[in-house]
């Protein structure tokens, strides 16, 4: 299932400026904008907006499309990483899963 190439995640970051996505368990991350190497994201607690490396997206995302799945946990996709589920989650032929939570490639239609 994986191998396949990973998306150039700062222009999939661009594609959702100005959107509010969810995290695995609901609650919204509103991306405010990309600048530079660095996506920003609100929250409730944090509305106006904190910074994220767009780095560690990417790196989610290559460990993602390189093995079919990746597990959304601190210790493997880093400090915000209910922000890179939710960036992960909306790309095409990926299914969030939970216990653990995790993003998952599924076969595209023929």
């Known amino acids: 299932m994986g191998g396949r190439m990973s998306p150039d995640i700062r222009s999939v970051l661009a594609?959702?400026?100005?959107?509010?996505i969810a995290t695995l368990t609901g609650k919204p991350n509103?991306?405010?904008?990309?600048?530079?190497?660095?996506?920003?994201?609100g929250t409730?607690?944090?509305?106006?907006?904190?910074?994220?490396?767009?780095?560690?997206?990417?790196?989610?995302a290559d460990r993602l499309f390189a093995r079919g799945?990746?597990?959304i946990d601190v210790r493997i996709v880093g400090y915000r990483s209910a922000f890179v589920g939710a960036v992960l989650a909306t790309l095409p032929n990926t299914i969030a899963k939970v216990n653990p939570r995790r993003i998952?490639?599924?076969r595209p239609d023929p």
């Open 69 to 71: 799945e990746v597990e």
């Open 15 to 20: 594609g959702l400026e100005g959107r509010t």
């Open 30 to 41: 509103s991306v405010l904008r990309v600048t530079g190497d660095t996506v920003w994201v």
């Open 104 to 106: 998952s490639l599924v």
């Open 44 to 60: 409730a607690r944090s509305p106006h907006g904190k910074p994220v490396p767009i780095a560690e997206i990417q790196a989610a």
